[in-house]
């Protein structure tokens, strides 16, 4: 069983940035793929960027491309998505998520952080 903590969420103004990050208390083959989800209160869960371990596979959700980077520490275990330019928009409750393979599908993650809230202010 892996756990996943993230965290770095909090209030920002409208332009400014946040980076949010998730530590994964292990690795197997569920965890090859990491990825960023966000939901809204009354809203599906929505994909926003995953990546592999090795880095050489990351995908944006098109709302999030050229304002959103996601990398990860693979000495830290540690995935984290720096947020630029941050919009109304991109307020919600982000979770970081573990697979085996990409996806933009939350059904196929198999692990998940608690949430993480980022508020943006005008």
């Known amino acids: 069983q892996v756990q996943l903590v993230d965290s770095g969420g909090g209030l920002v103004q409208a332009g400014g940035s946040l980076r949010l990050s998730c530590v994964a208390s292990?690795?197997?083959?569920?965890?090859?793929?990491m990825a960023w989800f966000r939901q809204v209160p009354g809203t599906e869960r929505e994909f926003v960027a995953q990546?592999?371990?090795?880095?050489?596979?990351?995908n944006y959700a098109d709302s999030v491309k050229g304002r959103f980077a996601i990398s990860v520490d693979n000495a830290k275990n540690t995935m984290y998505l720096q947020m630029s330019n941050l919009k109304h928009e991109d307020a919600a409750l982000y979770y970081c998520?573990?697979?085996?393979?990409?996806?933009?599908?939350?059904?196929?993650?198999?692990?998940w952080g608690q949430g993480t809230q980022v508020t943006v202010s005008s």
């Open positions: 998520a573990a697979g085996s393979a990409l996806s933009k599908e939350d059904s196929h993650y198999y692990y």
């Open positions: 990546t592999t371990w090795n880095g050489d596979h990351s």
């Open positions: 292990g690795r197997s083959w569920r965890t090859t793929v």
